[in-house]
């Protein structure tokens, strides 16, 4: 603590563990970063997730093979829906937490949201994607793949800390498990 003669004892600044945790995280992901086309990749696939856009595509796509698939893809499309409205809508406005701040120059064109950090809603509707795409598939993990380099992406653009990706992934998990039960599909 240091004395201010014009004022009482001040502690110093205190940084918080999860602060210190998203902090080496991002230290790690400036080692890849700059890097084409890893760069180009990662902008890519963040974007295409905006609004949930990435799995919608492969839900509809899916929904031109069979009468279920149709059905799983309009459950899907609901789904992300109320998930966006309880991420973006409630949960976000519980934390209200600032974006990482960064100054430089980002080397693709990014949509910045206008929305708060904690949770990340990439990730969130990412894992609620990917249990619900990968419900009865042998692609489950290639959904769950593709819902990890979403939630990576959000780190590597800045637009999220680490532990907003955990937070999005967690409120996913449990949104997705509930859709699930909620609304089963019909057996083929």
């Not at 009482?8 to 230290?27: G, N």
């Not at 069979?66 to 992300?80: F, M, Q, T």
């Not at 960064?102 to 509707?125: C, D, V």
Request: hydrophobic content about 45%; overall charge positive; glycine content about 6%.
């Amino acid at each position: 603590m240091t004395a201010d003669p014009a004022g009482p004892l001040e502690p110093p600044h205190r940084v918080s563990a999860v602060q210190r945790f998203d902090e080496a995280v991002d230290r790690e992901f400036d080692r890849i970063r700059g890097r084409e086309p890893l760069d180009r990749i990662t902008y890519a696939v963040t974007e295409l997730a905006d609004f949930g856009l990435l799995w919608h595509l492969i839900a509809w796509s899916r929904a031109l093979r069979s009468e279920r698939d149709l059905e799983a893809a309009i459950r899907l499309s609901v789904c992300l829906g109320i998930e966006s409205v309880i991420v973006n809508g409630l949960v976000k406005s519980l934390f209200r937490r600032e974006r990482p701040v960064y100054q430089g120059e980002r080397p693709h064109k990014l949509r910045i949201p206008l929305t708060t950090s904690f949770p990340s809603g990439h990730a969130s509707s990412a894992v609620v994607a990917a249990i619900l795409l990968g419900e009865n598939s042998r692609a489950a993990p290639a959904y769950w793949a593709l819902a990890a380099a979403v939630g990576a992406s959000r780190i590597h653009v800045r637009i999220h800390h680490m532990s907003d990706v955990i937070g999005g992934a967690a409120v996913g998990l449990a949104l997705g498990v509930a859709f699930r039960k909620l609304w089963p599909l019909r057996d083929r």
